[in-house]
């Protein structure tokens, strides 16, 4: 089995300097192709203020940031956007400052707790303070006066929530560009994002380049393309399919990844795993339809596995969803004879199965470094450049799932993985070392 041929050369992506059409892009995206479009522009932006002043009048002040020569940039959380720096900072520079993205998610002691469990022991900035907010506030208005030019000459603009959260990142970001001028010593220094690419991040990003540092988005999962197109000095993406796409499509100065090792293809065991990301917020078929995709992907499974053993393991935000949510699909996982993944096991056991199923994730990239070849369910709607898009064993039905195991002992896993080239986690010597090459 030969792995599909290269994709043709994207077209690139809106520069992330335009920010409007940069942030429109990426709501369509997630939205879907079938979202209706939205309603008045000031409502939204009016929202958006609203939370931003908020923000501004209810964080603690920022302060300088300390003359260090590494700075991590992530959002106020423990999760999946933020473990693989955490992780990092934790393991090589848990003193380093960190610069604190978006709306705060936690209180800051409670977020202080959080990261100090995590390793991390750096100062925590937000960067953003009044004074800032009120110098900010010409750009702001003239920021919000071309959203409504673009939106106007379109023809679709997001739900009103959705609007009012690009308003919110953009009053956010010209106020962090202020701050930054006045709070980020001039000089060489690596600042390291663990996501960038929307409005505050990226006003605050070009801020602190022009003070003299290089900056990093170190990418935390596989792309779909405008998702992760961003304006950092340097992009580091999980593997070299991605890095050769994003150079293609535009906004980073150089991307690159780390080569790993190519590991023996597992031999197979028995049994059918499934791993899944279909029930999320994130998910536009989740919004639209709530559990009915996850739903018929454990039905086209427990009928292609037959009397196998099936395993399912859902992303961890179920169980962060609604009790009732998470009872009914659990409910219809038992009911189709699945048991549960057992919390806390390595993804390693994944080499223990003799078909494993993925949904378009960073997972799928995950057991394919551990020598599994996954059966990608879904993903029809791909963008060709991706590299989940490259996975040759593709299903949307019960039959297909039945083909494509059967035609997983001819595939070619070493010229599939020539041609996605999963990367190794770099570490921070290795981004500030790619950064000021």
């Known amino acids: 089995m030969t792995v599909p041929p290269p994709s043709p050369a994207p077209s690139p992506a809106p520069s992330p300097d335009d920010l ?23 409502p939204a932006a009016l929202l958006g203020l609203a939370a931003w002043a908020r923000t501004v009048l209810l964080t603690p002040s920022g302060g300088d940031v300390p003359d260090a020569p590494l700075v991590a940039a992530l959002h106020g959380e423990v999760a999946n ?3 693989h720096l955490l992780a990092a900072v934790a393991h090589e520079a848990p003193a380093a400052p960190v610069l604190l993205l978006g709306r705060p ?13 995590a390793g991390v022991h750096g100062r925590l900035i937000w960067p953003f303070d009044l004074l800032s907010a009120v110098r900010a506030l010409p750009a702001i208005l003239r920021r919000l006066a071309e959203g409504r030019a673009v939106l106007a000459a379109g023809d679709w603009r997001p739900a009103r929530r959705d609007l009012a959260a690009i308003c919110f990142r953009m009053a956010l970001g010209e106020t962090s560009a202020v701050w930054a001028l006045r709070h980020v010593r001039r000089g060489p220094r690596t600042v390291v994002f663990g996501h960038t690419g929307v409005a505050d991040s990226h006003l605050l990003e070009r801020a602190i380049q022009r003070q003299g540092a290089r900056t ?9 393309g405008l998702n992760f197109v961003g304006g950092s000095n340097l992009g580091v993406f999980q593997c070299g399919s991605d890095a050769r796409w994003h150079q293609a499509l535009g906004g980073y100065d150089r991307t690159a990844s780390l080569p790993a090792q190519a590991p023996e293809p597992a031999a197979g065991g028995k049994g059918w795993l499934v791993l899944s990301n279909l029930v999320h917020p994130m998910n536009a078929e989740y919004r639209r339809h709530g559990l009915a995709g996850e739903t018929a992907l454990l039905e086209a499974v427990a009928a292609a596995a037959g009397k196998a053993a099936r395993v399912w393991k859902p992303h961890p935000i179920l169980n962060t969803l609604d009790p009732e949510v998470r009872a009914a699909i659990e409910a219809r996982a038992a009911a189709l004879g699945f048991t549960r993944w057992r919390e806390g096991d390595d993804l390693g056991r994944a080499r223990d199965f003799a078909v494993v199923v993925s949904t378009p994730s960073t ?6 470094k551990l020598g ?7 993903g029809g709607d791909l963008d060709p450049g991706s590299a989940i898009a490259q996975l040759p064993l593709k299903a949307d039905s019960a039959a297909a799932l039945e083909a494509a195991a059967k035609r997983l002992e001819a595939a070619d896993f070493h010229a599939i993985w020539t041609a996605i ?10 981004l500030r070392a790619l950064a000021w090459d």
Request: no cysteine; proline share 10%; aromatic share 10%.
């Open 20 to 42: 409007w059409a940069l942030e429109l892009a990426k709501a369509r995206q997630a939205a879907g192709p079938d979202a209706p479009s939205g309603g008045g522009f000031w």
């Open 81 to 83: 956007r933020t473990r």
């Open 105 to 117: 998610q936690l209180p800051p002691a409670e977020l202080r707790k959080a990261f100090f469990t």
């Open 216 to 224: 990093v988005h170190w990418v935390h999962g596989v792309s779909l």
């Open 363 to 368: 997972v799928a990239l995950d057991v394919l």
């Open 372 to 378: 599994v070849l996954p059966i990608l369910y879904g």
């Open 421 to 430: 080239a999963p990367a190794r986690d770099p570490t921070l010597a290795d």
